[in-house]
């Protein structure tokens, strides 16, 4: 449609910050293997499009091998790219060279024309076009605009390119390529870490995303929630070491080498799978194998009604167990049964809600409970939909989402209990238990639900990193930095594990160990915005005040609302040091009154 034929009342002209990214070699990829390729550009949209939503962003089109999206703030595209060729880059580390696909990024601060729908055209869209062609594979160029409005608040360098000519754009455009900074070095491991890749002293196990093998996209949370379900039953087992599911999940969608994966997790088993789903149908077939070899141990295929899901999620587990020569305890022995037949509608509502909740953000959350409720509907005795609506309703407390407010906190309590009551051997009810008394500051009690669901799970991630989260509010900072540590082995790629391991460092005066664990956090999630507060609080107390700012204005840019009366009102610390420490850090900084 031509802009002249639209009424002149849907358009708006708007100063915005626009992306404009596409793959090198695409068409060369597709020759190679074309399969292969559309899972990775799958992949990778799937990556623009969390960091772009992390950064405050709105995708406007995903066409083709192409992303175009817009900010509000020049900080906030800027902060997204450098995460997404981060991301791409240690994704694809395994795959041979000519098989990588590799995004370049421009991008613009300028006027552009926006639709009712949302679109938007004119001169700024096509000069971040134009900047995209002058990129490096797997580099970010950004126009003179942006580079004005970003040099002092992005932990970056640039690399002046002159004033570049541009396709049908009548005047020259003056370039600058991007140049993240290196991420900190990491300090000599201390005696409260594990070494990051040492094969731990029982049989190791790590689940890859299974594939969806439906012919339906819409069917990925179901392959999803099955690979969810098997890592969950499996960590069960204290003979068995077992990576969380955030860490295998960075290898979905990738062609991996599984003994990368073996060295790169630190285990020595994998298991990997596809989901077929026709109805109320599933096959599954699953293949574990040897990490260091790379050979294949066992491999079977189940055919089943979703009603006996959770039978067949039982016998991969046995065999697992069988196979790896896996001595049960006499608790996990009487645990060892099976569980019957479950409502498929409840159970898919289930992981559809487990699906909608990791994504972290405020609209997700309203998703999740409505998804929960809907499975409560049908099953009221379901215990995991109840502790995932606890859960769900305390993300939303501690970070002022959807109205939530410290009035509903006994509500999540009950309905915690309720979890608790339903299936008393459920570790996720009893973690949803411990997170619910932590956000009411009964912090002994929390702490002895979060030591219930961590005897009950030894291998949960989420247990052992809130254990440690309770720990540190309860002033106990060392015990809770060996905790973290267990949650991180665990699950090395869940950022919030790396920030309260910061903040129990922060606590201790241990501030270049705080440092550190602060700056891979944001490496990991560049949008957070209390790990910067933490961080510029660290360089106002070690007299590094220019830093501090340049932090501290990147926060503002990010998310212009972030106040520190959330943060003080929110953290149950029991005594108020930790927090005075923070607030002084700022004011050293001359960051607040």
């Known amino acids: 449609m031509e802009l002249a034929s639209v009424n002149s009342a849907d358009l708006k002209q708007r100063l915005l910050a626009i992306l404009a990214a596409d793959a090198v070699g695409y068409s060369r990829l597709m020759a190679i293997d074309d399969r292969g390729t559309v899972a990775a550009l799958d992949a990778a949209r799937a990556v623009f499009r969390s960091r772009i ?75 971040a076009s134009r900047l995209c062609a002058v990129a490096e594979a797997g580099g970010i160029v950004v126009s003179d605009a942006v580079h004005g409005a970003v040099r002092d608040r992005i932990v970056a360098s640039f690399v002046d390119q002159g004033e570049q000519p541009m396709k049908n754009i009548a005047h020259l455009v003056h370039a600058f390529q991007l140049k993240p900074a290196e991420p900190a070095p990491s300090p000599p491991p201390s005696r409260s870490t594990s070494p990051a890749l040492r094969l731990p002293d029982r049989p190791s196990l790590a689940v890859l995303p299974f594939t969806n093998m439906s012919g339906d996209p819409e069917q990925e949370y179901f392959a999803d929630g099955i690979t969810e379900d098997i890592i969950t039953d499996c960590s069960k087992i204290s003979g068995l070491f077992v990576i969380a599911r955030n860490s295998t999940f960075t290898f979905k969608k990738q062609n991996v080498d599984i003994k990368d994966v073996g060295a790169k997790l630190g285990v020595r088993h994998v298991l990997e799978g596809s989901v077929r789903r026709h109805g109320m149908r599933v096959r599954i077939n699953v293949q574990l194998i040897d ?25 991969v587990t046995r065999k697992i167990v069988e196979t790896l020569e896996v001595r049960l305890t006499g608790n996990e022995e009487a645990r060892r049964h099976d569980r019957g037949k479950v409502n498929g509608e409840a159970y898919d509502y289930l992981i559809r809600a487990k699906s909608c909740i990791v994504q972290f953000t405020e609209p997700a959350l309203v998703e999740t409970r409505e998804m929960l409720e809907r499975a409560l509907t049908i099953d009221p005795e379901l215990a995991q939909a109840y502790a995932y609506l606890a859960i769900a309703r305390g993300v939303e407390y501690a970070n002022a989402w959807n109205g939530r407010t410290a009035d509903d906190l006994e509500e999540n309590l009950a309905i915690a209990r309720k979890a608790c009551e339903s299936d008393p051997a459920e570790p996720m009810s009893h973690h949803a ?119 501290w204005r990147e926060l503002m840019a990010l998310h212009p609302g972030y106040t520190i009366e959330l943060t003080l009102r929110v953290l149950p610390y029991t005594s108020p040091a930790p927090l005075e420490r923070f607030v002084a850090g700022l004011r050293k900084a001359g960051l607040v009154a």
Do not use: C
């Open 53 to 127: 939503e992390a950064g405050h962003g709105r995708v406007i089109d995903m066409a083709g091998d192409s992303v175009l999206a817009v900010f509000e703030t020049a900080a906030g595209a800027v902060t997204a790219a450098i995460a997404v060729q981060q991301q791409l880059g240690a994704s694809t580390g395994s795959v041979p060279q000519d098989r990588r696909m590799l995004f370049r990024i421009g991008i613009h601060m300028g006027d552009v024309i926006e639709k009712a729908d949302g679109t938007v055209y004119g001169d700024g869209v096509n000069i």
């Open 433 to 551: 238990m411990s997170n619910a008394l932590m956000w009411l500051r009964r912090l002994d009690e929390a702490e002895s639900a979060a030591r219930r669901s961590v005897a009950l799970d030894p291998n949960s991630a989420q247990s052992h990193g809130t254990l440690g989260i309770i720990l540190d509010f309860s002033g106990r900072h060392a015990e809770a930095i060996e905790s973290l540590a267990k949650a991180l082995r665990l699950d090395p790629e869940f950022s919030l594990w790396r920030h309260a391991q910061g903040r129990a460092q922060f606590a201790l005066g241990h501030d270049a160990e705080a440092e550190v664990s602060f700056k891979r956090r944001l490496i990991q999630m560049p949008g957070s915005d209390v790990t910067r507060a933490y961080l510029a609080s660290l360089y106002g107390h070690i007299g590094r005040r220019d830093e501090a700012g340049r932090i």
């Open 291 to 315: 990490a260091e070899s790379g050979g294949h141990v066992w491999a079977d295929r189940y055919d089943r009604d979703l009603e006996d899901i959770f039978l067949v999620q039982d016998e």
